[in-house]
């Protein structure tokens, strides 16, 4: 595993360095905190072992830096400073560092530590199952390219920029994000439940049919529920319930399957709406060709207060070149991108206006 | 480490800590032994202009840097000097700190006199 140290003082950067590489770690040194930002924008580091003190970004900066960014991986990062005392260990904690040691350490010490830190990186390997899970209920579903990829970037693009509204600014922080990166593409996974003569069927489906395919939505939700029931503590879990019960209701009530509206409608759920019918009006399905972005927008625009929620529509209004730049990167390039936001202001400077 | 190894208690470096936070690796030991021949010198003469120029910040910077390495390779006595210098330039006391200067001067006379770098290799052979 590659380990990215941070420490302006070659003595200790050293030291440090030969500890790691003994433990059998792959190091790479740098001496200040901007420095390892640009490093761990690469998306090669996933573990950091950072002083506090250091020239032009220090270790606390760094952290913040870290934690704010919307990458695709989290990053387990171990403070190692002379700053002692417990005011010391809270602020570098809730900076956003997992772990907080104080200089003189000692080698094992820093190897336990760094153990910790590779038991909960690979909890992101829960991440991964929960997409291929989607991902496999999906593959039932013979045309919709991307559509959970594209789904899950449309979520994160409408929330971040919802977080930074006075409304939402309580109520949508940066685990809510990754939450619901995380859990959106769950939203179909019903449709495991959904007979092939019903999902695979080429046109409009009958009014009875429809009744069927409605029921995908109380189907993952019930599975997802009981999921929920034996690990309540999981946020993921409720969160993904949430989405998948709701995401067919609509804001004025007349939605499926319980007809909610306005909030009592789950955020989530009122999101994912959004991004869900964004991508199916712009993608081709067997009953209809692609439509343009404008001709979606205008759509969404007229749901506005009655298929979807106005701040929500309003979110999607004022960041729909991240709409668009999204929408081209997740047809053309890859499946996933290594820094959203880094990566999809490339695109915006890019692209046509 | 071997339990019988030993440091003479005047050495101002506890070599046998030295070398457990080296992992027994002496060259890596006497690699970090000569780095602080040079760095701690050029420390001490970086603290002496940020004192000149009475920038109590950049002064705290150094001596916390310095607190910092002194404390990896066991020099403890320095690393009391220096955290006592950056408490003082943190508290912006800095009248006292021509004699706290001194103090550390003194301290890392006592290192260079010992010569440091063959220190390990003694440590390792005890």
Known sequence: MRVL??????????????????????????????????????????MVVSDWEMPNTNGLELCRQIRARQGSGYIYLILLTSHGGVNNVVRGLNAGADDFLTKPYQPEELRVRLRTGERILSLESRDIMIFALAKLAEARDQDTGLHLERMRE???????????????????DGEYIQLLYLTSPLHDIGKVGVPD??????????????????????????????????N????????????????????????????LA????????????????????????????????????????????????????????????????ARR????????????????EEALLASPT | MSPELSTPESSPID???????????????????????????????????????????????????????SSNVAAHDLQRCAAEIEELARRESLVEFPAQLEKLRGEWSRIKNASIVPLAASGKNA
Not at chain 1, 329 to 344: F, I
Request: proline share 3%.
């Open chain 1, 154 to 172: 449309y979520c994160r693009i409408l929330a971040t920029d919802l977080s930074e509204t006075e409304k939402y600014r309580d109520v949508i």
């Open chain 1, 197 to 230: 003569n019903v999902l695979l069927k080429p046109g409009r489906l009958t009014k009875e049919e429809f009744e069927i395919m409605k029921r995908h939505t109380i189907i993952g939700g019930n599975t997802l529920q009981a999921a929920a029931g034996m």
């Open chain 1, 232 to 259: 309540p503590e999981a946020k993921f879990l409720s969160m993904a319930w949430d989405i998948a019960m709701t995401h067919h209701e609509r804001y004025d009530g007349t939605g499926y399957p319980r007809g």
């Open chain 2, 15 to 69: 070599v046998r800590e030295l070398l457990e936070r080296c992992m027994g690796n002496i060259e890596l030991a006497e690699r970090v032994l000569a780095k602080v021949e040079s760095q701690f010198e050029a420390d001490i003469a970086e603290l002496e202009r940020a004192y000149a120029q009475r920038n109590g910040t950049l002064m705290a910077g150094i001596a916390h840097r310095l607190k910092g390495s």
């Open chain 1, 5 to 46: 140290v941070a420490e302006d003082d070659a003595i200790s950067a050293e030291i440090l360095a030969n500890i790691l590489e003994k433990f059998g770690y792959e190091v790479t040194v740098v001496n200040d905190g901007q420095k390892a930002f640009e490093m761990i924008r690469t998306g090669r580091y996933r």
């Open chain 1, 329 to 344: 990167l997740l047809v053309e390039g890859s499946a996933e991108l290594e820094n959203p936001a880094d990566e999809l």
């Open chain 1, 262 to 325: 306005g909030e009592a409608i789950p955020l989530s759920g009122r999101i994912t709406a959004l991004a869900d019918v964004y991508d199916a009006l712009t993608s081709d399905r067997v009953y209809k060709p692609a439509y343009s972005h404008e001709t979606s927008r205008a759509i969404i625009l007229e749901g506005r207060g009655t298929q979807f929620d106005p701040d929500v529509v309003d979110a999607f209004v004022r960041c729909e070149n991240l709409f668009l730049a």
